[in-house]
C-alpha cells in the first residue's frame, strides 16, 4: 500500500467522524435521555422540548437564515395542531386508518398549504412591512378561530385521543414515555432536514437575501422567490411540531395560535441565537426549563424570561450560543484557561447582585398579592418575615455590595479578555 493510500485511508475515518458524529450524538442522546430522565415530570418536559425545538428551528429559517421577521409564526404552527387533532378524530371514527405516527405529515402540509397562500403575497416585501403583514394575519386568523366553530372549536379548542389508531412497534402511545418516542423521532428527522436545507443552494441564497438583497437581484436571482421558498418550508416544519403538539397533549385551542404563542417562539430562537443553526435549540431548551421548572419554585417566572431577553438584545445579540462562539478563538490558541480566575472573581459579586435583586422582586411580590395578615415566605427554603426590616437589609446589602464590586471587577475581566483574543504575536497576547 502507498503512502497515499495510508494516508487516504487514515483521513476517512476522521472525515466521517466528523461529519456524521453530531448525528450520532444527537441520536444517542435522544435515546438515553429517558433513561437519565424518568419522572413523569422529566418525561413531560422532554416532550415540550422537542415540539419547541422543531418550532423554533422552523421559525430560525425565517429569522436566522432569512432575515424575515415575523409576528404570525404560530399561525402555522397551530394550524397544523387544528389540523392533526381533526385527524386523530378521523382515525377514531375509521375513516382514516393510518398509525398515529404519520399524524404530524398532515399538519405539516396544511402548515405548508397556508404558508403558500399567505407567503404569495406577504414575502413580496421585506423588513417592517413583512413584518406587519404577518401581525394582521395573525390577529385575523386569531380572530377566525372564535367564528369558525366547526373547524376550530371555539374557546374550548378541538380535542382527540391520540391511541385510536394502529398500534406502532408495539406501542399504542397511552403512556407519555412513548409520545416521548415519537417526539424525539420526529425531532431527529426534522433537524436533520432543516439542517440540510440551511446547507443547500437554496438556504446558502436565503443567507445571501437576508444579508445583501440588492446585490442577489443585481446577479439575477429574485429575493422575493428566495424568501417565498424559505417561508413555505418553514410552514411546513412548523406545522410538524403542531401536529405533535396536538399528539401531546390531545387538545388544540385558539392560545396555540395567537400572538402570544409567536412572541414565544421569538424568544426561544433570540435567546438561543438567531445567527447559529444550534441557537434556536438552546433556546427551546432553556424557555422549556423556565417555564416547566422555573414555574414550580415563582409565580413571576414570566418576569425573569422577559428580562433575560431584554439583556440579550442590549448586551449578547448572538444570543446564548452566541456567547459560547465567542470564547473559540481563545480555545484555539490555548487561551481559555486565562479567564478562569476573572470569571470567578467577577461572577461570586454578580451572584450576590443578582440574589439581592431576585430577594427583592419574590418579596415586593409576596407583599403585594399575599393574603392579609400573612407576613411569611419562603425563598429558597428560607422562611422570614417580609414585614421585619432584616430581609430587607440584607436584599439591600447584596445590591449594594454586590453591584459595587461587580463593577470594580469588570475592567480587569475586559483586560483579560482582551488579552485572551489578542493575535498570537501581539504584545498583548504574548503577555498573556
Not at 44 to 54: D, R
Request: glycine share 10%.
Amino acid at each position: 500500500m502507498s503512502d497515499i493510500a495510508k494516508v487516504q485511508n487514515a483521513v476517512m475515518p476522521a472525515s466521517l467522524l466528523k461529519r456524521f458524529g453530531p448525528w450520532l450524538f444527537l441520536a444517542i442522546g435522544l435515546m438515553v435521555l429517558p433513561l437519565i430522565f424518568s419522572s413523569n415530570l422529566s418525561v413531560y418536559t422532554m416532550n415540550l422540548m422537542g415540539i419547541f425545538i422543531i418550532f423554533a428551528l422552523s421559525y430560525n429559517m425565517l429569522l436566522g437564515q432569512s432575515g424575515m421577521l415575523s409576528f404570525g409564526h404560530a399561525v402555522y404552527f397551530g394550524l397544523g395542531g387544528f389540523m392533526s387533532v381533526h385527524f386523530m378524530n378521523y382515525i377514531e371514527a375509521e375513516i382514516f386508518v393510518v398509525p398515529i405516527v404519520i399524524v404530524p405529515v398532515f399538519g405539516g402540509l396544511i402548515g405548508l398549504v397556508f404558508a403558500v397562500i399567505v407567503g404569495s403575497f406577504s414575502t413580496r416585501r421585506s423588513g417592517t412591512v413583512f413584518a406587519m403583514i404577518s401581525l394582521g394575519i395573525a390577529e385575523l386568523i386569531a380572530a377566525s378561530s372564535l367564528i369558525f366553530v366547526a373547524f376550530f372549536g371555539g374557546e374550548e379548542g378541538v380535542s382527540g385521543d391520540r391511541t385510536m389508531g394502529p398500534e406502532v412497534l408495539g406501542m399504542d402511545f397511552a403512556q407519555d414515555i412513548e409520545v416521548y418516542s415519537l417526539i424525539a423521532f420526529w425531532a431527529f428527522v426534522t433537524i436533520a432536514l432543516m439542517y440540510l436545507f440551511s446547507r443547500t443552494p437554496m438556504g446558502r441564497m436565503a443567507n445571501a437575501v437576508r444579508d445583501n438583497p440588492e446585490r442577489i437581484e443585481f446577479i439575477g436571482y429574485s429575493q422575493r422567490k428566495v424568501r417565498f421558498i424559505s417561508f413555505c418550508a418553514s410552514g411546513f416544519f412548523a406545522g410538524i411540531a403542531g401536529g405533535l403538539f396536538a399528539i401531546n397533549f390531545e387538545i388544540v385551542t385558539e392560545e396555540n395560535l395567537n400572538a402570544l404563542t409567536s412572541g414565544v417562539v421569538l424568544l426561544m430562537a433570540y435567546i438561543g441565537g438567531v445567527g447559529f443553526f444550534v441557537g434556536p435549540i438552546v433556546g427551546a431548551v432553556v424557555f422549556t426549563l423556565l417555564q416547566t421548572l422555573l414555574s414550580n419554585y415563582t409565580e413571576i417566572w414570566q418576569l425573569y424570561v422577559g428580562v433575560i431577553f431584554v439583556l440579550t438584545v442590549m448586551y449578547a445579540p448572538q444570543g446564548l450560543t452566541g456567547l459560547v462562539a465567542m470564547h473559540i478563538p481563545a480555545f484555539k490558541m490555548k487561551r481559555l484557561g486565562t479567564l478562569a480566575a476573572p470569571y470567578v472573581r467577577a461572577g461570586i459579586p454578580t451572584l450576590l447582585l443578582l440574589s439581592g435583586i431576585v430577594g427583592f422582586l419574590e418579596t415586593i411580590h409576596h407583599v403585594r398579592s399575599a393574603a392579609v395578615g400573612e407576613t411569611t415566605m419562603s425563598l429558597l427554603t428560607i422562611e422570614f418575615d417580609t414585614h421585619s426590616a432584616t430581609p430587607w437589609i440584607i436584599i439591600a446589602i447584596l445590591v449594594v455590595v454586590g453591584g459595587y464590586l461587580t463593577r470594580t471587577q469588570m475592567p480587569q475581566l475586559k483586560e483579560a479578555w482582551e488579552g485572551a483574543n489578542a493575535p498570537m504575536g501581539s504584545d498583548e497576547g504574548g503577555a498573556s
